[in-house]
């Protein structure tokens, strides 16, 4: 048997999100039955990362076993000669036995884009939330820097979400703007369900001057859901990469 | 009677081009039928460009004539809430009569994308050319300083053009790699029928080795079509600035 580890990149609109749902378009979905129909097996493939419906990828990384004897090189050209347009294997490489995209996973790094103009993008419009109002970019950067370190992230926690521990910790955490387009990084050891877009709605709280960085602090303290704000929507969102 | 100047951002995936043909989505019949909704009027709107199907816009330039008195903000904001989202009004003003977007354009820049790399990506499927050969990039990037200065395009122009003359001067041509991208970007005082992706396949023989910069300067100064490379796919042209 061989493990093998897939690099994916995907465009999440045409998707219900990365994990299988009968009946629905799911990246794991197409994921599985390429890699059925590559091999003949049933195949259960791992992702570091179940993103939401809409959320894209560029640096996901997913792991399955096969019997199949086939070399890396051969199984990505079939992966992609199969699969939609929409996702892409850059890269597929042998792993050892051990390796479990999800649970080998040491850090995740996730990209949040916004444009912030009068008018929206048509032509980067599954990727980027349109602002049209004035934001106060200077204070949104300054609040990033405490998310930084370990810290019990209920406030910023879907409802419904079922890990049993709520601490996660944040490497790095930055907010930059070039021009109208505004860039939210985060690189954390794992996060929790729909964290970063109630994080980035929350921000928006403090763009739109209605929070200062302080009451933010205050709201990550708080560890209730009820005083962070609005989950933004999940195409700005893009999984950039997973570090092992 | 007023004179509209829009600057129009669009993805042309899903449209048969600018150009209105009957039963066909094209940008400008989504263009004339929403001025229509807004104004009631029946709505002539002349393009500076023809694009053809699967060609993008950041900045297309278009005028049309009303007797609707209407602030521009309100025109832009009634055209992007009545558009669909792959067409947008970035922005509309009032021009005075002589304006024509079509004729007072003095010059127009093209961009041409390529990715050059063994994959393809699933984010920018729609607005790069995937080609998985190793390019020489830098024969190619001394190629283009040909086609600087007023020439007879013959050699670069469809059979099917129908432009009474076939010189046109173009002031800027530049190719850069950035990564895996390549960017072609020219500017000129105008450009026939599939001129530049004729351009852009003639260019890519050359960074495949079959055509040297002094065998692209012979194809042009033939004038002679079938000496050319192949018309390289629409999705990696962007209309990207007209100048006035």
Known sequence: MHNLKLSVEYDGTAYHGWQVQPGLPTIQ??????????????????????????????????????????????????????????????????????????????????????????HPSALDRHWLLHIPDRLDVASMADTVASLIG???????????????????????????????????????????????????????DVGRGRLTPATFRKILESKDRQHAGKTARPHGLCLMEVSY
Chains 1, 2 share one sequence.
């Open 29 to 118: 979905g197409f994921l599985q039955e390429t890699a059925k129909r590559i091999s003949g097996e049933e195949v259960r493939i791992t992702g570091a990362g179940r993103t939401d419906a809409g959320v894209h990828a560029l640096g996901q990384v997913a792991n399955f076993w096969t019997a199949k004897d086939l070399a890396c090189e051969s199984w990505q050209r079939a992966f992609n000669g199969l699969l939609p347009p929409d996702i892409v294997v850059r890269r597929a490489e042998t792993v050892p036995d051990g390796f479990d995209a999800r649970r080998s996973a040491k850090q995740k790094t996730y990209r949040y884009s916004i444009l912030n103009a009068p």
């Open 150 to 204: 370990e810290h019990d992230f209920s406030a910023f926690r879907a409802a419904d979400g079922n890990s049993p521990n709520s601490v996660r910790r944040v490497y790095e955490a930055s907010f930059l703007t070039q021009g109208h387009r505004l860039e939210f990084v985060i690189t954390g050891d794992g996060f929790l369900k729909h964290m970063i877009r109630i994080v980035v709605g929350t921000l928006l």
